[in-house]
């Protein structure tokens, strides 16, 4: 069975640009979630969706938005990038939510310059 | 809401030493915890997870941990570190499952040969 899979691996953009991350869930998993990790701030919740909707949200400005497609597979969009949007962005899938059972992508590095 | 602290951002120990890792969380229903390990330039894998059945939960590479409810704890153990172990571990809870998982930030383990 694959993993999360994450799309790209690594990305390096300029601040003011904006940037789609993508993450295809486990085969049969609907809930996906994502999160940013720095050194700072450490995990934080961005969003989490199941079946197209989106359950919950994070404390994070409105230039970062989701969304989740009828295969699961979800999207992630950083408008207007600052550089401290430098990140690791990692995704998580689980069979629904509840995250009693995620498994994680190993992320997108994402590099504002 | 839902809070952890891991106490100790890095340990180090012997190999074949004991590890401990601690993990003490915040919340007001009965929460759900995680143990997650991130190897560098990887997502995170889980360790094991407190779902309200046992208290002392065993997980995978010979971890496990005790939920303490009189202490708000969680902390992980295993009886003799191998080099292998040397990575970073979080701690997570969530709200019986109906919430995100809120993260620790992280205690990095070394383990000297």
């Known amino acids: 069975k694959a993993g999360v899979t994450q799309t790209p691996r690594y990305l390096i953009k300029t601040r003011g640009q904006q940037v789609t991350l993508s993450c295809s869930p486990i085969?049969?998993?609907?809930?996906v979630s994502w999160y940013q990790q720095t050194p700072g701030q450490g995990l934080q919740f961005l969003f989490e969706y199941f079946s197209e909707t989106q359950r919950n949200k994070g404390n994070f400005p409105g230039r970062f938005s989701g969304r989740q497609f009828s295969n699961s597979r979800s999207e992630m969009n950083v408008s207007t990038l600052e550089l401290g949007d430098s990140a690791l962005y990692l995704c998580a899938s689980s069979e629904r939510p509840g995250n009693t059972e995620a498994f994680f992508g190993q992320g997108t590095r994402l590099t504002v310059v | 809401a839902q809070s952890v602290t891991q106490l100790g951002s890095h340990v180090s120990v012997s190999e074949g030493a004991l590890v401990l890792l601690r993990c003490n969380y915040s919340?007001?229903?009965?929460?759900?915890l995680f143990w997650y390990v991130q190897y560098p330039n990887q997502g995170l894998q889980l360790l094991l997870k407190?779902?309200?059945?046992?208290?002392l939960v065993k997980g995978i590479n010979g971890f496990e941990a005790e939920f303490k409810k009189s202490e708000t704890s969680f902390h992980l153990t295993k009886p003799s570190a191998h080099m292998s172990d040397a990575a970073e571990y979080f701690c997570?809870?969530?709200?019986?499952?109906?919430?995100?998982?809120?993260f620790g930030k992280g205690t990095r383990l070394s383990v000297i040969a």
């Open positions: 085969s049969g998993h609907r809930s």
């Open positions: 919340s007001s229903v009965p929460p759900y």
């Open positions: 997570a809870v969530s709200d019986a499952g109906n919430t995100p998982l809120v």
């Open positions: 407190y779902t309200s059945a046992a208290t």
